[in-house]
Nanobody, 129 residues
């Protein structure tokens, strides 16, 4: 059984940093494309960042987090990370980790939630102003 377990969320002041972790078990990790999505209250789930196995672990970011967030993976630890710096109140959301066995080959497929096969339960991030 595939499990994705996020951790590292919490309450932080604007300008602060958090590091989210997502531990993957029950499934091959190195071949998976991994991503972080987030969902703010009253809003739809949105793409945050991804690291894609079919493009030599190229990374992609939403414009809203580019330059502030960094996604990385440790295949030895079966874990993907999201380092979040210069946090803003608008970053407040539940952050979800997702894994895809094989992304479709069309532009920006990595940013579409239906492309992902497995999801974690989410970890809450609250940024106070």
């Amino acid at each position: 059984q595939v499990q994705l377990v996020e951790s590292g969320g919490g309450l932080v002041q604007a300008g602060g940093s958090l590091r989210l972790s997502c531990a993957v078990s029950g499934h091959s990790f190195s071949g998976e494309s991994m991503a972080w999505f987030r969902q703010a209250p009253g809003k739809e789930r949105e793409f945050v960042a991804s690291v894609n196995s079919w493009s030599d672990d190229s990374t992609y970011y939403a414009d809203s987090v580019k330059g502030r967030f960094t996604i990385s993976r440790d295949n030895a630890e079966n874990t993907v990370y999201l380092q979040m710096n210069s946090l803003k109140p608008e970053d407040t959301a539940v952050y979800y980790c997702a894994a895809a066995d094989a992304l479709s080959y069309y532009p920006s497929s990595y940013s579409y939630a239906p492309e992902y096969d497995y999801w974690g339960q989410g970890t809450r991030v609250t940024v106070s102003s």
